[in-house]
């Protein structure tokens, strides 16, 4: 079955290079073959650099305060998208020499933003000159290989980044949010607790299914809410229920029990449906409560 998916990295998505093929060759030795064959990425994309990941500088600023980022550059890297100096996956494998103007101009502002901070240019250009030949055949627009799998009835599953309450846009509560495409297209992503600005960088609700891959609202079918019997989060941030201490199972059982009666936020809930817009199904996944039982 897997031998017969295709992988897209779609627009919506910020691309660090280096960790994906890294991330590649790490699968490759517990069996992944012939990838390069189902593996597709936007030329829309933008790319996570290295010195892209001052965001744990940030971190350290902020102490106490901090978000609780992966420190990955994820967040800087949408901060170039939205400034508009940005480098693409297009930029990328176009002029190589535009390429390294854009590159030299967006490490030079980091630069002067953080002085600590020390890119080898040259080295750097360098290194993605080797790597924009080895992800060339994987590069397409992936809005049009949207449209034309859509129109040939194929089924295409979207996977959100986060959670619909971690969508820079909103943020209040609970777990997952999955729409269904004309019968062809499904999206399920995390809702999880947390408030601005303890959220991520893209939006991840379903209005990002639109903006993240291209795809027309026209294409939006029934959307699916499915919300666990308890609230999770990741990251820093506001979590007024969060246990500490379950050694005691009689604690556990206790406190999961309450989750389910009182802290399963049924307004906070609601208002994930509605700007989702949750039509038809609203699903408690009771089961959860007995998953796990720590000792």
């Not at 290079?17 to 936007?42: A, C, M, V």
């Not at 859509?150 to 909103?170: C, H, P, Y």
């Not at 795809?215 to 079918?221: F, L, N, Q, S, T």
């Amino acid at each position: 079955m897997a031998d017969m998916l295709i992988g897209l990295v779609c627009n919506g998505v910020v691309v660090h290079i280096p960790g994906l093929l890294d991330e590649l060759r790490q699968n490759e030795k517990k069996g992944l073959t012939e990838w390069e064959k189902r593996l597709i990425i936007s030329d829309r994309s933008h790319l996570v650099f290295d010195f892209h990941q001052v965001d744990g500088l940030q971190e350290q600023e902020k102490g106490v305060k901090s978000l609780g980022t992966t420190k990955k550059g994820i967040g800087p890297a949408y901060s170039s998208k939205a400034t508009r100096n940005g480098i693409r996956v297009a930029d990328l494998l176009g002029d190589f020499n535009q390429f390294a103007e854009k590159f030299q101009g967006l490490v030079d502002m980091y630069m002067r933003m953080f002085p600590m901070l020390n890119v080898d240019v040259q080295a750097e250009l360098t290194r993605y000159k080797v790597y924009a030949e080895k992800i060339r055949p994987l590069v397409t627009d992936t809005v049009s290989f949207l449209h034309h799998a859509l129109r040939s009835g194929k089924q295409i599953l979207v996977e959100g980044a986060n959670a619909a309450m971690l969508d820079i846009d909103f943020g209040k509560k609970l777990d997952l949010v999955m729409a269904h495409f004309s019968k062809k297209l499904y999206v399920g992503t995390l809702v999880s607790q947390g408030t601005y600005p303890y959220v991520t960088s893209s939006n991840c609700s379903i209005g990002g299914v639109c903006t993240g891959l291209g795809v027309p609202p026209r294409d939006i079918g029934d959307v699916i809410g499915v919300v666990k019997a308890y609230t999770t989060r990741v990251g820093d941030g506001p979590f007024p229920t969060e246990l500490n201490d379950v050694r005691n199972p009689f604690v556990y059982f206790a406190f999961t029990f309450v989750c389910l009666i009182i802290i399963f936020n049924v307004k906070t809930s609601f208002h994930a449906c509605s700007k989702n817009g949750n039509s038809i199904y609203f699903w408690l996944k009771i089961r959860d409560l007995l998953f796990y039982i720590p000792l």
